[in-house]
C-alpha cells in the first residue's frame, strides 16, 4: 500500500470520527461539561496521549521551529476549538455546519499564497462542486437563520474559526517535512493547553466527574480519543504526503457520515436529495484527487 493511500485512509478515518462526534458528544454540553471546560478536557487529555508517545519518539525540535509550533498551535487548538463553540452558542448549528463548508476554499487561496501550492482548474471545481453537495445535505428542510440576538456575531466567530483552522493546516504542514507526526502534535497541544486554560478553568473545575453517567464518561472518553487524539494525528500524518488544500477537502465527508449513521439508526430515512447530496460530494473527492492532462494550472 502505498503512502500516499495511506494518508487518504488517515483522512477518511478523520472524517468518520468528527461525523459520528456529532452524535456521540452532543448531549455531554452544557448538561455535563461547559463548552470550554469541555476544551481543556480534550486538550489536557489528547497532550496525555501524545506525551505519552512521545516517549518513544526520539525526535528533537530545531530552536528556530517553535515559533511556528506555537503559531500552529494557536490557529489549531486555541483560536480553532474556542471560536467553534462560543459561535456556536450564539448561532445555530445548521448555520455553521454551512459555514464550515468554507474551509477547505480558504485553505485553497492561504496554501496557494504561502506555500506556493497550485490552484488547478479541476481541484477549485471538485472543492465548489463538493461544497455545494455538502450545503445541499445540510439544509434541506432546515431553516437557515439570520436574524436573532448575536446570531450574525456567532456566524463571524464561525466563519473566523474556519480561517483558523485552514491556517493551521498551512502552517503546520513544513514541520512535517522535518518532524514525526508525534512530535508535532505533542508540542502543538502542550502550547495549546496554556492558550486555552485561562478560558476554561472556571467550568473545567466546575465538573463533577462523580456524579456524571457511565455513558456521559464514555462520551467524554470518545471525545479526547478519536476527535482530539487521532483526528489530530492522522491529519499531521496526512499532511506529510498530501497538499493542506486536499487534506481540508475532506470536511465535506462529515455531514455524509453523520447522516449516514443517523439513517442505519433509524433516526432518519434515506431521501432522493441524500442520495444525490452524496453522490455529488463523492464526485467532488475524485476531481479533487485525480489529475487531468487536459487541465492546465492556473496560478
Known amino acids: 500500500m502505498s503512502t500516499k493511500l495511506k494518508s487518504h485512509i488517515a483522512l477518511t478515518l478523520v472524517a468518520i470520527f468528527y461525523g459520528l462526534n456529532y452524535l456521540i458528544a452532543k448531549d455531554v454540553m452544557p448538561n455535563y461539561v461547559g463548552a470550554f471546560g469541555f476544551i481543556v478536557v480534550r ?3 489528547a497532550s496525555i496521549l501524545f506525551w505519552t508517545l512521545g516517549l518513544f519518539v526520539k525526535d528533537k525540535v530545531e530552536k528556530d521551529d517553535f515559533p511556528r509550533l506555537m503559531l500552529s498551535a494557536l490557529f489549531g487548538v486555541g483560536l480553532n476549538m474556542m471560536l467553534f463553540f462560543k459561535g456556536l452558542s450564539f448561532t445555530t448549528p445548521i448555520n455553521a ?3 464550515m463548508v468554507s474551509n477547505p476554499i480558504i485553505v485553497l487561496l492561504i496554501a496557494a499564497i504561502i506555500l506556493k501550492e497550485k490552484i488547478t482548474k479541476r481541484k477549485l471545481l471538485g472543492i465548489i462542486i463538493g461544497a455545494l453537495g455538502a450545503i445541499a445535505l445540510i439544509a434541506y428542510g432546515k431553516e437557515v437563520s439570520l436574524t436573532g440576538e448575536n446570531v450574525k456575531l456567532g456566524n463571524l ?3 473566523v474559526n474556519a480561517a483558523s483552522y485552514a491556517m493551521y493546516l498551512v502552517v503546520v504542514k513544513p514541520l512535517m517535512q522535518k518532524y514525526h507526526p508525534i512530535t508535532v502534535s505533542k508540542w502543538v497541544f502542550l502550547f495549546g493547553f496554556f492558550i486555552v486554560v485561562p478560558f476554561g ?6 465538573i463533577s466527574w462523580s456524579t456524571m453517567p457511565t455513558d456521559m464518561l464514555l462520551r467524554v472518553g470518545y471525545v479526547i480519543l478519536f476527535t482530539s487524539f487521532f483526528a489530530y494525528l492522522l491529519n499531521i500524518y496526512a499532511l506529510k504526503t498530501i497538499k493542506a488544500s486536499t487534506v481540508s477537502y475532506y470536511i465535506y465527508l462529515q455531514p455524509l457520515i453523520a447522516t449516514s449513521v443517523s439513517i442505519y439508526l433509524g433516526k432518519e430515512t434515506l431521501m432522493l436529495h441524500e442520495i444525490l447530496s452524496a453522490a455529488t460530494i463523492f ?3 475524485y476531481l479533487v ?5 487536459m487541465v492546465k494550472d492556473v496560478s
Open 43 to 45: 486538550v489536557i487529555g
Open 97 to 99: 455546519s454551512i459555514i
Open 157 to 159: 466567530m464561525i466563519l
Open 201 to 206: 478553568y472556571t467550568e473545567f473545575m466546575e
Open 283 to 285: 464526485f467532488g473527492v
Open 289 to 293: 484527487n485525480t489529475k487531468s492532462r
